[in-house]
């Protein structure tokens, strides 16, 4: 789920909101009625009961949730029902690079195909799809089962996004 920001001012800057347990999708409804420009990645996911099966969507990060704001925007979504607090090191409020919102855009394009991954990322060949329904995404080269994934790192909340992409489709960043 994304919401386009409502200008491209330059005092807005993409944050990372920490949100209540299992109030991500609402207060990311919340923020895109009142205007807030947001971004909550989501993957599929097969849910198992008793009696039946069905896939669902939840979040990438669960307990996160992405803001484009100005500060009147970031204290209005601060004040929101399920907001905790910003994400912040060293006392200084984690910003999110553009490039990285765009690339996890990308992979949300094909939610079945993303998981988020705890662990610490190991440096590999930086790469970019060439083409595929995937085609612009940046990351690092990593190979996982015998295929090739691309993991991008969410430094702001120190995660790894990985997704499965054939090794044809990628090309090495020149640089």
């Not at 949730?65 to 029902?81: D, G, K, T």
């Not at 090739?148 to 996004?161: D, K, L, P, Y």
């Amino acid at each position: 789920m994304d919401s386009p920001p409502i200008t491209d001012a330059p005092e807005r800057r993409w944050l990372v909101l920490y949100t209540r347990s299992r109030t991500e999708k609402k207060l990311y409804e919340q923020l895109s009625r009142s205007g807030v420009g947001s971004f909550l990645p989501l993957r599929k996911v097969m849910r198992q009961w008793a009696d039946r099966k069905k896939m669902i969507e939840q979040p990438l990060f669960p307990g996160y949730l992405f803001v484009y704001v100005n500060e009147r925007e970031r204290i209005q979504a601060l004040e929101s029902q399920g907001a905790v607090k910003y994400v912040e090191f060293g006392g200084e409020l984690a910003v999110v690079s553009e490039t990285t919102i765009e690339s996890l855009k990308i992979a949300a394009r094909k939610p079945e195909d993303v998981r988020a991954e705890e662990s610490a990322l190991k440096l590999g060949d930086p790469i970019v799809v060439s083409h595929g329904p995937l085609a612009g995404m940046r990351g690092r080269l990593m190979e996982f089962r015998g295929a090739t994934r691309i993991a991008i790192e969410i430094e702001a909340i120190r995660q790894v996004v990985s997704v499965e992409v054939p090794l044809s489709e990628v090309r090495p960043i020149e640089g």
